[in-house]
């Protein structure tokens, strides 16, 4: 997985690239939690997520209850329908703030 991040005033974004599965959630994580320090909102772009497992969407749970506790602000976008099911069966879809196309 590759996580390239670009700032823009309050805003970070989050290019999220590859597989986020157990070996490699922790890295999104630490800089989940780093940039809910610094910034108000949070704009992660998963067009080039292969797949998220379980390791992932808890990733992104806490992300959003770290979001929402502290005011700020965490969207999801670009979303590929393989990863999208995966969001809809696991009943994520309706936890997180997702755009849908």
Same mark, same amino acid.
């Given at each position: 997985?590759?996580?390239t991040?670009?700032?823009?005033?309050?805003?970070?974004?989050? $290019?999220?690239?590859?597989?986020?599965?157990?070996? *490699?959630?922790?890295?999104?994580?630490?800089?989940?939690?780093?940039?809910?320090?610094?910034?108000?909102?949070?704009?992660?772009?998963?067009?080039?997520?292969? %797949?998220?497992?379980?390791?992932?969407?808890?990733? $992104? $749970?806490?992300?959003?209850? *770290?979001?929402? =506790?502290?005011?700020?602000?965490m *969207?999801? %976008?670009?979303?590929?329908?393989r990863?999208?099911?995966?969001? *809809?069966?696991t009943?994520? =879809?309706?936890?997180?703030?997702?755009?849908?196309?």
């Amino acid at each position: 997985m590759i996580v390239t991040i670009m700032k823009e005033s309050d805003v970070s974004i989050f $290019l999220v690239e590859g597989k986020l599965d157990s070996s *490699t959630s922790p890295k999104l994580q630490e800089k989940l939690m780093l940039a809910l320090n610094e910034a108000k909102k949070i704009r992660m772009d998963f067009k080039d997520v292969e %797949y998220i497992s379980s390791a992932g969407l808890r990733v $992104l $749970l806490l992300g959003e209850k *770290t979001a929402r =506790a502290t005011g700020k602000s965490m *969207t999801i %976008y670009n979303v590929p329908d393989r990863v999208m099911s995966i969001f *809809t069966m696991t009943g994520f =879809a309706d936890m997180l703030n997702i755009e849908t196309k």
